[in-house]
Each structure stands twice: as C-alpha cells, then as structure tokens.
C-alpha cells in the first residue's frame, strides 16, 4: 500500500511499531556481540547479525518513507492556512 492511502494514525502506528522493532533487533545485536553470546567466528552468529543489520536497513527506509510523507502533509496543511 502507498503511504498517501494511510491516515495519519496508521502512519504513527507503523512507526512506532517500528521503531520498537529496531529496539528488540538491537538489544537482541547487543547480546550476540556480549561476552555471554556466541562466539565471534560461529557461522550463525555470523549470518544473524547480517541478516538484522539488513532488516535494520530495510526498517529505517521504510521509517524515512513514512515520515517524509507525514512532513508533507503537515506541509500541505500548512501551506492552507
């Protein structure tokens, strides 16, 4: 769905489910990278951090996405006034 089809509740709703992603998918990096994790050469380690980092990425586009399309509407209703 195109972010100019949800309201703004919607919006604010996935960003903060997001950035609560981020949240549990940085707590969950820090503990891989601890002491009491897994090794530093596991080969799974290895590929989750990869892969989180990458879902990180992704997350933090979308974040970008969904508040440049809140700034324009505050813009666009600004501009009204």
């Known amino acids: 769905?195109?972010?100019?089809?949800?309201?703004?509740?919607?919006?604010?709703l996935a960003l903060s489910e997001s950035y609560n992603i981020i949240a549990a998918i940085t707590k969950y990096q820090l503990f891989l990278a601890s002491a009491i994790?897994?090794?530093k050469d596991?080969?799974?380690?290895?590929?989750l951090m990869t892969a989180s980092i990458t879902a990180v990425e992704k997350i933090r586009t979308e974040i970008r996405?969904?508040?440049?399309?809140?700034?324009?509407?505050e813009g666009k209703e600004k501009s009204r006034f």
Not at 1 to 12: D, G, K, P, T
Not at 42 to 47: L, N, Q, V, Y
Not at 65 to 73: C, K, P, T, V
């Open 1 to 12: 769905m195109r972010h100019s089809q949800l309201s703004n509740e919607h919006i604010l």
């Open 37 to 39: 994790g897994l090794p």
């Open 42 to 47: 596991d080969t799974g380690r290895i590929e």
């Open 65 to 73: 996405a969904l508040e440049h399309e809140l700034d324009r509407r």
